[in-house]
């Protein structure tokens, strides 16, 4: 059975850092394009990175653009979203994806590709 499970959310102050995990079992994550999105109280759900299945392309939205980075660790089956210079509108439920589609940095960012997710850990940014 395919699972993703997201953990690192937390309560930060603005300018603070976190790194959010996303951990997948039952497939090999290094085979599927991962995205990392996130939806805050009465918005859509938006995309926030993500990386493609093989080598090290990734993409991100503007909104969070030097200030995260996606990553990999295949040996941990595990996708990484470092979160740096916080600021309260990163305040969200983030969640984690993966599908398997052919890349196009766009597409990558589009919700409605994917069709597994994980349960989402919440962030909050406030002092």
């Known amino acids: 059975q395919l699972r993703l499970v997201e953990s690192g959310g937390g309560l930060v102050q603005p300018g603070g850092s976190l790194r959010l995990s996303c951990t997948a079992s039952?497939?090999?994550?290094?085979?599927?394009?991962i995205g990392w999105f996130r939806q805050a109280p009465g918005k859509e759900r938006e995309g926030v990175s993500c990386?493609?299945?093989?080598?090290?392309?990734?993409n991100y939205a503007d909104s969070v653009k030097g200030r995260f980075t996606i990553s990999r660790d295949n040996a941990k089956n595990t996708v990484y979203l470092q979160m740096n210079s916080l600021k309260p509108e990163d305040t969200a439920v983030y969640y984690c994806?993966?599908?398997?589609?052919?890349?196009?940095?766009?597409?990558?960012?589009?919700?409605?590709?994917?069709?597994?997710w994980g349960q989402g850990t919440q962030v909050t940014v406030s002092s």
């Open positions: 990386i493609r299945r093989s080598g090290g392309t990734t």
């Open positions: 994806a993966a599908a398997q589609m052919p890349w196009t940095p766009i597409a990558c960012l589009d919700r409605k590709i994917y069709p597994y």
């Open positions: 039952g497939f090999t994550l290094n085979t599927y394009t």
